[in-house]
DNA sequence: GACGACGATGATAACGTTTTCAGACGAGCC
DNA sequence: GGCTCGTCTGAAAACGTTATCATCGTCGTC
């Protein structure tokens, strides 16, 4: 107890002080194999009272086995991000694994690569990769393909197990939704994706051309939402816009302010649609008609499939459709249209 | 390359393919010692072929060294815990640290053990802990006091080195704020906080005993805005509140909702000071008055003060007190009163 | 020309576990 | 009573790396 300042107890000092060997003080912990009751409850003992805790590094280089997996995103707190991350880390601790983050700053190469090499440089089992934007699908790419690598994502399927929310389905059903209240187009405030073809961009494009609407040019805000404020400034002058697709909520939120500075009414004037129903949406003013998105679910499946890929089955992957919830930011087009 | 199926290549493999020592191969890795430039060169060129990577949990083992921090909170999607999160991350992984996340499911005896023997069982060189709740403040003393430890919190200093963001300060003043502009008396919608005397609960009573008025009953909504929104309908009914405190940004836009949701006008009838400013309150309507609070600075200084920890530095401490950003959600007490 | 210093290299010993193997002991069976 | 079997135990090996130490040239200095 006073030998706080030396070294910390070792397997070798509860062995001593119990009066058994290394092994049998290992099969007490690990369970492995039985071992009497007397020197259990000895060994038991002397790990109390020296405070004994089990040197994972040891442990893990003699097993082979690492409890830990690494997470590598772009970023953690926006709430798809962090709703996803607590998803993952959930199953994982229920597991009895423990998550390591790494942050990819950009989707330039060295930043990419020294991400990469920092998550692998500890002894990891597996990774996750939220392939939510660019940066993470090359994350997904620079990451060697030995070790077992799960993708969470809205988009395609490549080589690798995926966990993916159907956005571009759910954003197709949104601007369907948009378009049967009898806007002629609808234009889309769009979040970064994570490649061409897919994402909410893709169904969005989808469903307008699917009714033989020519897509409008897409406002790109990144994840910024002063971005999609600026651009409902600008839309809020034009008198030929009656519907919006948001990228994600905070955007619409955003843009929705921006609108009603300029004294235009939603939904009465322009309706607009969000996604991901973040907390919030609900108490904003108009509460916002969005996309459902169970990130946390996701985030559970996706740590699920890793599971199965560390247990060598073959590519699995798990889709969901998120689907729509109706509130009062979108409505039919205004009768007596302002133009 | 073929033998991708095979156990990964250890350093003895890229020694006997390099034709050097493996204390050489070593060497050539850490930087430690010099090294020809020849055998430097066939070593890097082994190493490439083979896409060899250093295990961890050896180099872990032998050095003591570990360059890994565990952090312990009992959550990582709320705005400040998130925000903290993404601060450590980020100078830790500009100081070759990367980050272990373990999350603590309540503050109850076994859940807080559990979680603290999780993140303890892997190799860390020291912990973080968002001391902003009950279960990160039992985390706190469940740690062993031989790991360098730092918290992170509004609060009091213990015998470990705290990074502070001084809320209590922050709320006093904003409470005095509110007072200033005429009102009578403020209410409190309180989060949870991590101490009896501590955090914004503890500064709002403070600005009201010295403005000589008896604190109300706290409306205690947890960190769950549904909680505050069901206490802007109670409140809505009551023509004596004219000024309300919330404890976060969040609760404030549900309180503000719901009072809206009545009729009741937002400054004009009633103020409403949030906490945070979290990155939606300027967008809000009316636009959140708040207390901004830099929560990734914060998890930055957490990082250094545990750098200083590991080198051995006395008990550090360092604390900062946000400032209240005037919008327009509060405003001069109603001027033919409501009563 | 001998000697000390220095720079690069390799052999070997740690680090703290779990795994493997062999041994001790007692019980049950022929 | 000897044999086998099963159960528990300990000795020793192994995991992959870095640290320590000794060795071997080579160079500069006296």
Redesign the pocket.
Known sequence: MARSST??P???DVARLAG?????V??V??G?????AE?KERVHSAIRELG?R??GA??A????RQSAIAVIASNTTRYGYATTLQGIEESARAAGFIVMITVIESDEPEAVSAAVDLALSHPVSGAVVLKFDPAGAAALRALPTDLPVVAVAGGKSDARPHAVLDDTAAAKHATEYLLGLGHSTVHYVAVPTSGRRAGRAAGWRKALEHAGVEPPPIYDAGWDPQRAYEFGRGVAERSDVTAALCGNDELAMAFIRALQECGRRVPDEISVVGFDDHPLSRYWTPPLTTVRQDFADLGRRSFELLGGALDGDGVRSSSVTPRLVLRESAGPVPSSPSR
């Open positions: 070294r910390a070792a397997i070798t058994v060997s290394v092994p049998t290992s099969r912990i690990t492995s194999v039985p071992v009497s020197r004994y089990p040197n040891a442990r280089l003699v097993t082979g």
